[in-house]
């Protein structure tokens, strides 16, 4: 199974951007997003489990971004809005069996990451 993350790009401060990421759609999986910004370590965005939807966002992006998932597509959607310069980064998707964790060894497969540069 691969992961494929779309959508990154140049936004002002204060725009939004939604990325997707094909995912395998496999029960009892949870599906997460990650960043990483340069000279920086990779770290937990937020995650969602395919099964019920229930997400977890990380307390630096709460209010402002918004995971989803289209279970017949098989997609996983991250909206962001209100941008702020330091969201710039390469974002990734990744999922795991089982529940969601912030905890990147955690997650088994990995997509190629897509880039998101915030002006400000």
């Known amino acids: 199974v691969q992961l494929q993350a779309s959508g990154g790009g140049l936004v002002q401060a204060g725009g939004s951007l939604r990325l997707s990421c094909a995912g395998s759609?496999?029960?009892?999986?949870?599906m997460a997003w990650f960043r990483q910004a340069p000279g920086k370590q990779r770290e937990f965005v937020g995650g969602i489990t395919w099964n019920w939807g229930t997400t977890v966002y990380a307390d630096s992006v709460k209010g402002r971004f918004t995971i989803s998932r289209d279970k017949a597509k098989r997609m996983v959607y991250l909206q962001m809005n209100s941008l702020k310069a330091e969201d710039t980064a390469v974002y990734y998707c990744?999922?795991?069996?089982?529940?969601?964790?912030?905890?990147?060894?955690?997650?088994?497969?990995w997509g190629q990451g897509t880039l998101v540069t915030v002006s400000s």
């Open positions: 990744a999922d795991r069996n089982g529940d969601i964790t912030t905890r990147i060894s955690e997650y088994k497969t």
């Open positions: 759609g496999r029960t009892n999986y949870a």
